[in-house]
């Protein structure tokens, strides 16, 4: 085993969601959303060097050579998978990892709204699910596609970077395709998936103009496409789509997005009064006749309003998410009020143990004991090395 697997080891008893490893400083982790340090020795630049490069295989190892940073994922003895992001900084060599679950979870175990299940029955158009970084999108993702490889007989692709979550055959037939490994672009991937007679595609990050436009000529086209944007609204979402294309084609794409979008989830992640883990607070844009007209009439302001007037049909603000978390005891005002310029209701929170919602957040291990973490600051080298496991 790699030296590192011990430590992610630790870490993942320990219910982080990440570690941090750079040169010159101890490890950290992210556990409920807050950087923590943990009991370890001050990295040198060999062993840093060491415990990173030693993951790494030799697409890795050039892309880092050529780039000074490499994004991969890697398996740690077939317990849970790891998205790695190693690069170079003034120090050394540092390290970001998110721990992913080893499992897919249910978006009921996710704790979301069980209507989005319905979601999945489109045979056509785009869903979105948006938020900053760590929000746990891919997760939600990851649920969505296994709702659709449990109930439905599709043939499913997946273009990631890097690939997160395996996902078994079940129902349906699953390619996935990393970029950088498999296919040099999410463009070209989308390009060549139009080819290769998929039910759903799976865009991990929607970044460009090729992306986009080749994702919403294939929601329009006949295939379910499930993407992410880096987003904190929805209403912000439809006009950075629109935004990304050239002024003489943007009357096209909102036209495009107004009759193939379905839905877009805007999350965030909110650490629970009870400290048990995180939840995800979601708002909801539904691509109804309202919707697509705004869209195409260059109305985005107005998209709120509809969502507060169409709470019957499913939509809901993420104001509206906050609150009711807060209501329902799962966390504070405090926390909620982070996220926030409306004023949160100050509710006392429940008992832990007791809350109302039962799902673990997006993206979040749950916490069990709190070993020790091997090679604790007694000065003595990490763990044993062995062979690294590749994914």
């Not at 790695?84 to 704790?111: D, H, K, M, W």
């Not at 708002?283 to 109804?288: A, S, V, Y």
């Not at 807060?326 to 310029?341: C, P, S, Y």
């Given at each position: 085993?790699?030296r590192?697997?011990?430590?992610?080891?630790?870490?993942?008893?320990?219910?982080?969601?990440?570690?941090?490893?750079?040169t010159?400083?101890?490890?950290?982790?992210?556990?409920?959303?807050?950087?923590?340090?943990?009991?370890?020795?001050?990295?040198?630049?060999?062993?840093a060097?060491?415990?990173?490069?030693?993951?790494?295989?030799?697409?890795?190892?050039?892309?880092?050579?050529?780039?000074?940073?490499?994004?991969?994922?890697?398996?740690?003895?077939?317990?849970?998978?790891?998205?790695c992001?190693?690069?170079?900084?003034?120090?050394?060599?540092?390290?970001?990892?998110?721990?992913?679950?080893?499992?897919?979870?249910?978006?009921?175990?996710?704790?979301?709204?069980?209507?989005?299940?319905?979601?999945?029955?489109?045979?056509?158009?785009?869903?979105?699910?948006?938020?900053?970084?760590?929000?746990?999108?891919?997760?939600?993702?990851?649920?969505?596609?296994?709702?659709?490889?449990?109930?439905?007989?599709?043939?499913?692709?997946?273009?990631?970077?890097?690939?997160?979550?395996?996902?078994?055959?079940?129902?349906?037939?699953?390619?996935?395709?990393?970029?950088?490994?498999?296919?040099?672009?999410?463009?070209?991937?989308?390009?060549?998936?139009?080819?290769?007679?998929?039910?759903?595609?799976?865009?991990?990050?929607?970044?460009?103009?090729?992306?986009?436009?080749?994702?919403?000529?294939?929601?329009?086209?006949?295939q379910l496409?499930?993407?992410?944007?880096?987003?904190?609204?929805?209403?912000?979402?439809?006009?950075?789509?629109?935004?990304?294309?050239?002024?003489?084609?943007?009357?096209?794409?909102?036209?495009?997005?107004?009759?193939?979008?379905?839905?877009?989830?805007?999350?965030?992640?909110?650490?629970?009064?009870?400290?048990?883990?995180?939840?995800?607070?979601?708002e909801?844009?539904?691509?109804?006749?309202?919707?697509?007209?705004?869209?195409?009439?260059?109305?985005?302001?107005?998209?709120?309003?509809?969502?507060?007037?169409?709470?019957?049909?499913?939509?809901?603000?993420?104001?509206?998410?906050?609150?009711?978390?807060?209501?329902?005891?799962?966390?504070?005002?405090?926390?909620?009020?982070?996220?926030?310029?409306?004023?949160?209701?100050?509710?006392?929170?429940?008992?832990?143990?007791?809350?109302?919602?039962?799902?673990?957040?997006?993206?979040?291990?749950?916490?069990s004991?709190?070993?020790?973490?091997p090679?604790?600051?007694?000065g003595?080298?990490?763990?044993?090395?062995?062979?690294?496991?590749?994914?």
């Amino acid at each position: 085993m790699a030296r590192i697997d011990a430590i992610f080891e630790a870490v993942h008893a320990r219910g982080a969601s990440d570690l941090h490893i750079s040169t010159g400083a101890p490890p950290m982790i992210r556990r409920n959303g807050e950087m923590e340090p943990i009991p370890y020795q001050e990295l040198t630049r060999e062993l840093a060097d060491m415990l990173l490069t030693e993951i790494m295989g030799e697409d890795e190892r050039a892309r880092f050579a050529k780039k000074r940073d490499v994004d991969f994922s890697y398996d740690v003895q077939g317990l849970f998978r790891v998205r790695c992001n190693v690069y170079e900084e003034n120090r050394g060599l540092a390290g970001a990892f998110r721990l992913l679950p080893s499992s897919i979870l249910t978006l009921e175990q996710l704790g979301l709204p069980q209507h989005l299940a319905d979601l999945t029955e489109a045979r056509k158009g785009l869903i979105l699910v948006t938020g900053p970084p760590g929000s746990g999108k891919s997760t939600t993702l990851a649920a969505l596609v296994d709702h659709i490889n449990n109930r439905q007989r599709r043939h499913i692709i997946t273009i990631e970077d890097p690939i997160e979550y395996v996902h078994q055959n079940r129902n349906c037939l699953i390619n996935q395709r990393e970029v950088g490994k498999h296919t040099p672009s999410f463009a070209a991937a989308l390009h060549a998936a139009l080819r290769e007679d998929p039910d759903t595609i799976l865009v991990g990050e929607m970044r460009d103009f090729d992306t986009m436009h080749l994702a919403l000529t294939a929601a329009q086209t006949g295939q379910l496409v499930l993407g992410t944007l880096h987003t904190v609204s929805a209403s912000e979402t439809v006009e950075r789509i629109v935004d990304v294309f050239p002024a003489d084609l943007q009357p096209q794409a909102r036209g495009a997005l107004a009759s193939s979008l379905r839905a877009v989830l805007s999350q965030r992640l909110l650490r629970r009064a009870d400290d048990s883990g995180r939840i995800a607070a979601v708002e909801i844009l539904l691509g109804t006749r309202a919707v697509s007209s705004l869209i195409r009439e260059k109305k985005n302001h107005q998209i709120p309003s509809v969502i507060q007037t169409s709470r019957r049909d499913g939509m809901q603000l993420l104001d509206d998410a906050l609150v009711k978390l807060v209501k329902d005891g799962i966390v504070t005002t405090a926390e909620a009020q982070r996220f926030t310029d409306t004023p949160m209701p100050t509710v006392a929170a429940r008992p832990a143990g007791t809350s109302s919602a039962t799902g673990n957040a997006p993206g979040t291990p749950q916490p069990s004991q709190h070993p020790p973490v091997p090679g604790a600051p007694s000065g003595s080298a990490a763990p044993t090395a062995g062979a690294p496991r590749r994914p």
